[in-house]
């Protein structure tokens, strides 16, 4: 999580512009949310480099609570603008619903101020059935996942077979991508409580 302070306001209180950053390699009960809220209300942007929707952070702010998963928690700061960049993967449902939790609780101007990267990559539901297929197959030997499907995406996007955000957008694309890893995992595991022309349908909404 990348944070650009404004000139005037710089954390080493010089005049010139600089940039603070929060790591997300801090475990889980770090403070990274407390501190990128902290950071963000002087700040112009506010970046996600990577990760999904799985991990999170809630913010107490002004006596409101704010759960934050895949949406940059710069979106608190009326004046910050938000990105999920390139390094990310994308649940498009998880998005939108935690984008509408946070308009409800006052933050109205928020999708305004969010802007997806065109080259992150999209986390399908079928990622999650895949993720809980790999954990079931490792026996013991269990990862720990959260079952969101964010390593198999992850994986897709290694082996440079995922689809990304900006490929949502060419319909034939899309779903010959789509289809085609609904074909390979199908391959992998057998029949999938899965159902791909479902999926497609969802994003033609």
Do not use: W
């Not at 979106?75 to 409800?104: D, M, Q, R, W, Y």
């Not at 390593?151 to 995922?162: E, I, L, T, V, W």
């Not at 694309?173 to 497609?200: C, N, S, W």
Request: hydrophobic share 35%.
């Amino acid at each position: 999580m990348k944070v650009r302070m404004d000139p005037e306001i710089g954390l080493n209180g010089e005049s010139e512009k600089s940039e603070g950053s929060i790591e997300r390699g801090l475990t889980c009960r770090a403070g990274k949310g407390k501190i990128t809220d902290m950071l963000s209300q002087q700040a112009t942007l506010c970046c996600r480099a990577a990760g999904g929707h799985n991990a999170g952070h809630t913010i107490v702010h002004d006596s409101v609570t704010y759960d934050f998963h895949i949406l940059p928690s710069g979106l608190i700061s009326p004046k910050c603008i938000n990105l999920i960049g390139a390094g990310t993967v994308v649940h498009v449902p998880s998005f939108f619903k935690e984008l509408a939790a946070l308009e409800s609780k006052g933050l109205t101007t928020a999708g305004k101020r969010i802007f997806i990267s065109d080259r992150a990559h999209v986390c399908f539901d079928l990622h999650s059935v895949v993720d809980g297929l790999e954990e079931k197959g490792l026996g013991g030997r269990k990862v720990g996942t959260t079952g969101k499907g964010i390593g198999p995406c992850y994986s897709d996007k290694a082996a440079r077979r995922g689809v990304r955000v900006g490929e949502i957008l060419d319909e034939e694309t899309f779903e010959r991508k789509l289809r085609t890893l609904d074909t390979a995992y199908r391959a992998r595991f057998g029949e999938l409580t899965y159902d791909v022309e479902e999926e497609i349908t969802r994003f033609k909404v």
